[in-house]
């Protein structure tokens, strides 16, 4: 889920058909496969599960999620477009590219905007919960009060000017404590395994940004286009929900934007 969008000669391990392991899905089927090596992210961490194709000669498969209902078993949801997938078939698997960089422009919009909120607002502010999807990131975070327009305005700001930086995203991969060592932030209640990603993001001054991430992110700050804060609404007391978008979505918005004017004026 990292270091490719496509595998070719993944083979098939397993098969289910509803609560059933099956030796053959057919045209029209829909249910799950288990291959033996795949370059599909899953869902994990509040990032949606890549979307993508599995084909040999004779079929096709669209992926529509990618999971993990066990550590370390990864489950492709799918639907048979034509022929039969069968258990023991070499399979070309192939990730939804636009929709895999779509979502990691989000994700790492999520680092900056995480630590512009905490620059802006304090150091409270914790996650409490989030989103990444191709088309637009949510962010749940501890917060008393509506952020005033001044202060979106001030988050909007910072995060597009290290857009605007182009940093390099650094990922490492560290013992846990080591990671905890180097002052990467964890989230509260998250389970980490011995190793873990470790995102940093610099600014001018040190560092901007470094948290503990199994999600997958651009290579530079400037890949991420854009970002705009579309709502920020009470979900709980205590807790405010962000929603946003970055680069063709971010785009559009603005566009939008633009039209409504035009049409009101």
Do not use: W
Not at 92 to 107: F, G, L, P, S, Y
Not at 210 to 227: M, N, P, Q, W, Y
Not at 242 to 265: M, P, Y
Request: proline content about 2%; hydrophobic content about 40%.
């Amino acid at each position: 889920g990292y270091e490719t969008t496509e595998v070719c000669g993944a083979k098939i391990v397993a098969l289910i058909k509803g609560d059933d392991s099956v030796n053959t899905l057919n045209a029209g089927d829909e249910g799950e496969v288990v291959l033996d090596q795949s370059p599909f992210y899953a869902e994990s961490g509040g990032q949606v599960g890549d979307l993508g194709v599995l084909s040999t000669e004779s079929a096709s498969a669209t992926v529509t999620d990618t999971v993990t209902p066990a550590q370390d078993l990864r489950v492709h949801k799918v639907k048979v477009e034509k022929g039969s997938l069968s258990v023991g078939d070499a399979v070309t698997a192939q990730v939804d590219v636009e929709k895999r960089d779509a979502t990691r422009r989000n994700h790492t919009a999520t680092h900056l905007m995480h630590a512009a909120l905490r620059e802006v607002l304090g150091t409270h502010v914790k996650q409490a919960g989030s989103i990444v999807a191709p088309d637009y990131l949510r962010f749940d975070f501890s917060h008393y009060q509506p952020l005033t327009a001044a202060e979106i305005e001030e988050i909007e700001n910072l995060v597009n000017y290290h857009i605007l930086r182009n940093e390099t995203v650094q990922t490492d991969v560290l013992a846990i404590e080591d990671a905890m060592r180097s002052g990467a932030m964890a989230l509260f209640g998250e389970k980490y395994s011995e190793k873990v990603r470790v995102l940093t993001v610099n600014g001018v001054e040190g560092i901007f940004s470094k948290e503990l991430c199994g999600g997958t992110h651009v290579r530079a700050t400037g890949d991420i286009g854009s970002f705009k804060i579309v709502s920020d609404e009470a979900i709980a007391s205590g807790t405010r929900r962000i929603r946003a978008l970055t680069g063709r979505g971010a785009f559009e918005r603005f566009q939008n934007t633009e039209h409504l004017l035009a049409e009101a004026a």
